[in-house]
């Protein structure tokens, strides 16, 4: 069966949502349409694309991401159709893709298939569906769109890196108040070289040791470890970090190794 995802800012309290899969399912019935999530604050295309991220691969090949993300049509917003990994991505040019991809697409085209521009006010239904069913359905990405080179560039906040040292910053909380950070397992490893360390931040609050899992220290302990995205985290066993810790987004971290 084909699979379209969504991830989009539309949240659970209007009806844009059931429009949108309304009109999926009115162009494609068949189709199973999953939510990975609509609760993505307004435009905040770093958090979506952090998601998005790190759950696409665990779908089949040929799944179709809807990414409904700064949307609004204008001269300016390029919509694009994307297969990378051989998944299919449908979204505004806008940077998110260049979060999401760690190497180059296999196939990019600028979708043309819009109609009466001026009546365009709700493009996710009127052309992202339109792009995202004919994906589903087995079409090519030639046929809705122009082939393009590259997407648009959006810098992420990469860490300081020394020899002794990795200052990173917090770049996502999630839902259990776990705090993600920007040092990947790979970086760590590699400026790590077999060494102990010690992770620093807010409150003069440090942590000395990986953990494998969340509840390896007694409940109410901080702990750190990398998980699914395979980010630092920064967790309290059952218990909100983010708030207990005064850990938010952009707040720096710092790792020293001896």
């Given at each position: 069966?084909a699979?379209i995802?969504?991830t989009?800012?539309?949240?659970?309290?209007d009806?844009?949502?059931?429009?949108?899969?309304?009109?999926?399912?009115?162009?494609?019935?068949?189709?199973?349409?999953?939510?990975?999530?609509?609760?993505?604050?307004?435009?905040?295309?770093?958090?979506?694309?952090?998601?998005?991220?790190?759950?696409?691969s665990?779908?089949?090949?040929?799944?179709?991401?809807?990414?409904?993300?700064?949307?609004?049509?204008?001269?300016?917003?390029?919509?694009?159709?994307?297969?990378?990994?051989?998944?299919?991505?449908?979204?505004?040019?806008?940077?998110?893709?260049?979060?999401?991809?760690?190497?180059?697409?296999?196939?990019?085209?600028?979708?043309?298939?819009?109609?009466?521009?001026?009546?365009?006010?709700?493009?996710?239904?009127?052309?992202?569906?339109?792009?995202?069913c004919?994906?589903?359905?087995?079409?090519?990405?030639?046929?809705?769109?122009?082939?393009?080179?590259?997407?648009?560039?959006?810098?992420?906040?990469?860490?300081?890196?020394?020899?002794?040292?990795?200052?990173?910053?917090?770049?996502?909380?999630?839902?259990f108040?776990?705090?993600?950070?920007n040092?990947?397992?790979?970086?760590f490893?590699?400026?790590?070289q077999?060494?102990?360390?010690?992770?620093?931040?807010?409150?003069?609050?440090?942590?000395?040791?990986?953990?494998?899992?969340?509840?390896?220290?007694?409940?109410?302990?901080?702990l750190?470890?990398?998980?699914?995205s395979?980010?630092?985290?920064?967790?309290?066993?059952?218990?909100?970090?983010?708030?207990?810790?005064?850990?938010?987004?952009?707040?720096?971290?710092?790792?020293?190794f001896?």
């Amino acid at each position: 069966m084909a699979i379209i995802t969504l991830t989009t800012d539309l949240g659970y309290k209007d009806f844009y949502q059931a429009a949108l899969k309304g009109s999926i399912l009115s162009t494609l019935p068949n189709v199973n349409i999953i939510d990975i999530t609509h609760e993505i604050q307004a435009f905040n295309i770093s958090r979506a694309a952090f998601i998005l991220k790190n759950c696409f691969s665990y779908f089949p090949k040929n799944t179709v991401h809807l990414i409904g993300i700064d949307t609004v049509y204008s001269e300016d917003n390029k919509y694009i159709a994307v297969k990378y990994r051989d998944h299919f991505f449908v979204g505004s040019d806008n940077g998110i893709f260049s979060l999401i991809f760690d190497e180059e697409p296999q196939e990019i085209v600028e979708i043309n298939i819009m109609q009466d521009l001026k009546f365009l006010h709700f493009p996710l239904a009127d052309i992202f569906v339109k792009a995202a069913c004919h994906l589903a359905a087995g079409g090519s990405l030639k046929e809705i769109g122009i082939p393009t080179d590259g997407v648009e560039e959006r810098m992420s906040l990469q860490p300081i890196i020394e020899s002794d040292q990795i200052k990173g910053s917090v770049i996502f909380v999630d839902s259990f108040q776990n705090v993600v950070t920007n040092v990947t397992k790979d970086l760590f490893t590699k400026v790590q070289q077999g060494r102990k360390f010690t992770l620093s931040f807010r409150r003069n609050e440090t942590i000395n040791q990986l953990s494998w899992h969340y509840n390896e220290v007694p409940e109410g302990e901080k702990l750190c470890l990398f998980g699914i995205s395979d980010h630092l985290e920064i967790a309290i066993n059952k218990g909100n970090a983010s708030g207990l810790l005064g850990l938010n987004m952009g707040d720096i971290v710092r790792i020293d190794f001896h």
